[in-house]
């Protein structure tokens, strides 16, 4: 199985701000990564499909891509109503595997 | 669109059945896939398994729940079911249907409680 090791598990930021969030995974996948905004009571949300293709309907700010190994969900000039958490996903193979997800809350 | 719907509450060792209901699309699609996913605050979210055609039936799932799981789906309804046989407190969580491989739609959600 594919893990996904996700950091930071939370993290706080202003409005405006420019935030990161890292997804590794435990095997060479190639851009079979997707990432997902999930608030409470509501099913999660795709923001980005194969590792840097954002996803119809998401807005501009959610941006995303690969660093050697590493994949990185960007959040540019964050808004209140980004407040949720964040999971990456690979899609490479099954089981098909969520990383541990990262709270985003606005200070 | 997926629309769920099942029950809530289960006894230990009862069968969690849930139903999704796929509208704007087809279940029998060549280039689609029919998922099932759980959330809840032990496990993270969790893909439990899917079911798609490639001009035949084709199914995987969580090697965790293989002897306990199956993924049906219904052509004359164009729905897709999840059953779960033996279920345990461990069991309880949100359960969702999703679409793809990247999941781009998602069900509504049904919270799913064992106790006895």
């Known amino acids: 199985d594919i893990q996904m090791t996700q950091s930071p598990s939370s993290l706080s930021a202003s409005v405006g701000d420019r935030v990161t969030i890292t997804c590794r995974p435990s095997q060479s996948m190639n851009n079979y990564l997707n990432w997902y905004q999930h608030k409470p009571g509501k099913a999660p949300n795709l923001l980005i499909y194969?590792?840097?293709s954002l996803q119809s309907g998401v807005p501009s700010r959610f941006s995303a891509s690969r660093s050697g190994t590493d994949f990185i969900l960007t959040i540019s000039n964050l808004q209140p109503e980004d407040s949720a958490t964040y999971y990456c996903q690979q899609s490479y193979n099954t089981p098909l595997t969520f990383g541990g997800g990262t709270k985003v809350e606005i200070k | 669109h997926l629309q769920q719907s099942g029950p809530g509450l289960l006894k230990p060792s009862q069968t969690l059945s849930l139903t999704c209901t796929i509208s704007?699309?087809?279940?029998?699609?060549?280039?689609?896939?029919w998922n099932w996913i759980r959330q809840s605050p032990s496990r993270g979210l969790e893909w439990l398994g899917r079911t798609y055609y490639r001009s035949k039936w084709y199914y995987d799932y969580a090697e965790s729940l293989k002897s306990r799981i199956t993924i049906n789906p219904d052509t004359s309804n164009n729905q897709f079911s999840l059953q779960l046989n033996s279920v345990i407190p461990e069991d309880t969580a949100v359960y969702y249907c999703a679409r793809g491989s990247s999941f781009d739609v998602w069900g509504q959600g049904t919270l799913v409680t064992v106790s006895s």
């Open positions: 704007g699309d087809s279940v029998s699609s060549n280039s689609g896939a």
């Open positions: 194969s590792a840097s």
